[in-house]
């Protein structure tokens, strides 16, 4: 059974940073795109930004781009979401994903197979 386990969410400035993990196990963690999804109650999860399992290559959403950072250590089976300079439209239930497909599907969250409980990031103005 695999399981997804967020953490590092909390109450920020505007400005600060904060630093997502998402710890899988079940499965061989290495052969996973992982990815990282946002969720507002009664909205759609909007995608963040993703990494593929072998190469390493990412994907950002246009509203992350140069101020957020997906990596990931397969020897921890740990996946990384650094957020700097954040905002307070930054808010929101962040969710880590974990599935076998990186290209045109990567961004949307039905593509993927396993999803955590989701961590709580709040940024005040």
């Known amino acids: 059974q695999v399981q997804l386990v967020e953490s590092g969410g909390g109450l920020v400035q505007a400005g600060d940073s904060l630093s997502l993990s998402c710890a899988v196990s079940?499965?061989?963690?290495?052969?996973?795109?992982m990815a990282w999804f946002r969720r507002t109650p009664g909205e759609e999860r909007k995608f963040i930004a993703a990494?593929?399992?072998?190469?390493?290559?990412?994907h950002y959403a246009d509203s992350v781009k140069g101020r957020f950072t997906i990596s990931r250590d397969n020897a921890k089976n740990t996946v990384y979401l650094q957020m700097n300079r954040l905002k307070p439209e930054d808010t929101d239930v962040y969710y880590c994903?974990?599935?076998?497909?990186?290209?045109?599907?990567?961004?949307?969250?039905?593509?993927?197979?396993?999803w955590g409980q989701g961590t709580q990031v709040t940024v005040s103005s």
């Open positions: 994903f974990a599935g076998f497909d990186f290209g045109a599907n990567t961004y949307y969250s039905g593509t993927y197979d396993y």
């Open positions: 079940g499965r061989t963690f290495s052969t996973f795109t």
């Open positions: 990494i593929s399992w072998g190469s390493g290559n990412t």
